[in-house]
């Protein structure tokens, strides 16, 4: 046991302190933070937590919130608020286990994430209201409200930065999507700063989905079934993220970033989502050392964490050998599957599940409550 925490002391923080990589959980319940596990998983070098609403519905099943369902029953609370009330509580606690990693970043780490509602994707206005609400109820300052790159959600991240809001924008699959997203918070700093608000603890990360697209990718590519379209396999998400790195170092190592970075402004980092591998002929590590990297955050779940503390290699890739990558989009694209359909498709069904899985949470509340209410 001892070589084991060892072992996992040096592969999570090795990947900050030799390659500037934040390893973060996507995890979150009441346990993991009453319990000590997340200041435990923080001693080893967890720098930041991610929620969404199929973790908060999982959490809700287990019997964990009954007494708050039970007193916010009383309260005469509906659904929504009873989810508000777990959600900013456990954000809270998160926020204030992951502190000590904020004060000691100078304000560049150690933040948890708290998401706006999937109802309103395609509604700027109530985005930025929603935002604004989970802000101030939060109440911390490494506290991420995660706003998706939908059409809708690009003005309202702009809008949210020019408040000083931090902003974790999610849902990214496509680059050109990520280079809007990039450009809409350096508009929002330029804002912010035009009206003499402070840039320097305002804070953001763009968080580029991964496995799904090797997912997405792969049963096209296996129904096509060509030489070709076999060897194109496993290639795709990894190549992706590697190429909206990329334009990451175009756009914040550049000119555009350099006025908003002498006025003390953050670099928005790329955060990889999505890293569990899904495929079992993959390596279960792969879209974490893969995707090593300065100035990048990795947000992986328990299991994958676990893995890479076992086995995981810690190497810079994230600008190696990026010209494969480019080969790689290359030959997917050359078998007739365009990465823009895919993106495209990719952001629609990712709305389309996180509602789904907001809409199971709600019933998973619905279900606590009417065994609680007899009581």
């Known amino acids: 046991m001892t070589d084991r925490n060892d072992g996992a002391r040096t592969a999570l923080q ?3 302190d030799r390659e500037g990589q934040s390893p973060w959980i996507d995890f979150i319940d009441r346990d993991l933070h009453e319990s000590g596990k997340l200041d435990e998983l923080i001693g080893k070098g967890i720098r930041g937590l991610t929620s969404n609403p199929t973790i908060f519905g999982k959490a809700v099943a287990t019997g964990q919130y009954d007494d708050l369902i039970r007193r916010e029953l009383e309260a005469g609370d509906d659904n929504q608020q009873i989810y508000e009330e777990i959600a900013v509580g456990d ?14 970043s100078g304000g560049t780490d150690g933040f948890a994430s708290i998401e706006v509602e999937p109802a309103w994707a395609d509604d700027t206005d109530g985005t930025i209201e929603r935002a604004r609400h989970l802000w101030a109820r939060v109440d911390r300052p490494n506290c991420f409200v995660k706003i998706p790159a939908t059409e809708a ?5 702009e809008q949210a930065i020019s408040e000083g809001i931090n902003v974790n924008v999610t849902l990214m699959f496509s680059v050109a999507v990520y280079e809007r997203i990039a450009r809409a918070y350096l508009a929002g700093l330029r804002r912010r700063l035009a009206g003499g608000g402070d840039l320097r603890r305002l804070s953001s990360v763009a968080s580029f989905f991964v496995s799904r697209v090797d997912t997405k990718v792969d049963k096209q590519l296996d129904e096509l079934g060509t030489r070709a379209a076999l060897e194109a396999r496993g290639r795709a998400a990894v190549a992706n993220a590697k190429l909206a790195y990329q334009s990451y170092l175009h ?6 970033f350099a006025e908003l970075r002498a006025a003390g402004a953050q670099v928005q980092r790329c955060l990889w989502a999505s890293t569990s ?13 893969q995707l090593i990297g300065p100035d990048t955050v990795n947000t992986m779940p328990i299991e994958t964490i676990e ?10 890739t994230i600008d190696r050998d990026v010209d494969d990558a480019r080969d790689a989009i290359r030959a997917v694209e050359a078998c007739g ?22 809409d199971e949470l709600i019933a998973s509340i619905e279900s606590q409550r009417a065994a609680l209410a007899p009581a």
Do not use: W
């Not at 959600?153 to 991240?157: C, R």
């Open 251 to 256: 756009i914040f190592e550049g000119a555009e």
């Open 337 to 358: 599957i365009t990465m823009r359909s895919v993106t495209d498709e990719l952001i629609a069904e990712g709305v389309a599940s996180f509602g789904k899985s907001f």
């Open 14 to 16: 090795a990947l900050y």
């Open 91 to 104: 954000i809270q606690a998160a926020c204030d286990h992951l502190r000590v990693v904020y004060d000691a």
């Open 307 to 316: 893995a890479f503390i076992d086995h995981g290699r810690v190497e810079r």
């Open 153 to 157: 959600g690009i003005p309202a991240v």
């Open 277 to 289: 591998t899904k495929n079992p002929d993959y390596r279960d590590v792969m879209y974490v050392e």
